[in-house]
């Protein structure tokens, strides 16, 4: 259990590295916003890679423990994604990370629509779920395993296959993919997943997709979109 757990740390880790090597590098005039920013280290690893001062720096957060934290480093927010609007004028951010968020969001075109609204048009928005279609997810399936990303007494209520999110997030060409990156390989510990991470990336752990925002106005196109579910 210990082996385990210093694995998932480990990949945890790895993972948020990747998504900050992604960003691109846009200078202290820009402005970032980190939804789902916990107590805030990982987005300083953001504003690092991006250029940008923390006083240009916001995130979401509302667990109060860790948003408490945040707060101590830029200035948070707490707001409720499912159903609450984010308190940012239109086209507020030049970047918008979401890492390990959306597999947690049941009413995903609220979701998508309010990171569409605050970008930037130019803007860049960053995606990372974990990977439904993983190596270690299709392993479990052949013997009847409920897939680890989402397993029935956690909080995440989605799974991502990477193909089916990038279909997703290119709907109506509002946004283009720049880049698509995999992290971490279960049950490998670091160094070798990192090496067939970049080898296999529809095979890893996590997928992090950067994309550049298109189209300005109309955001709420993600919420006018035809419910799947009774098809």
Not at 113 to 140: C, E, I, M, W
Request: with cysteine; aromatic share 10%.
């Amino acid at each position: 259990m210990r082996l385990k757990q210093l694995i998932k740390d480990s990949e945890g880790n790895n993972n948020g590295r990747v998504v900050a090597h992604m960003l691109p590098v846009l200078g202290d005039t820009a402005s970032l916003l980190d939804i789902g920013c916990a107590e805030g280290a990982h987005t300083l690893r953001y504003a690092d890679q991006v250029g940008v001062s923390l006083d240009r720096v916001r995130g979401v957060e509302l667990d109060e423990h860790y948003r408490v934290q945040a707060a101590e480093r830029f200035e948070t927010v707490a707001v409720d994604m499912e159903e609450q609007e984010l308190p940012f004028s239109e086209g507020t951010f030049d970047v918008v990370i979401c890492n390990q968020i959306l597999e947690h969001i049941k009413n995903i075109r609220h979701f998508i629509a309010q990171v569409d609204k605050v970008t930037k048009n130019g803007g860049y928005v960053l995606f990372s779920v974990p990977n439904l279609a993983a190596f270690h997810n299709r392993l479990g399936l052949l013997f009847g395993w409920q897939p680890r990303c989402i397993k029935l007494r956690t909080t995440h209520v989605r799974g991502f296959c990477p193909r089916a999110l990038r279909e997703f997030l290119s709907l109506g060409n509002r946004f283009k993919i720049i880049s698509v990156r995999g992290s971490g390989f279960y049950p490998l510990p670091s160094p070798f997943s990192k090496f067939f991470a970049r080898a296999f990336p529809g095979l890893s752990v996590y997928q992090a997709v950067l994309l550049q925002k298109m189209v300005k106005g109309d955001w709420d196109f993600w919420t006018k979109l035809e419910d799947q579910s009774a098809h």
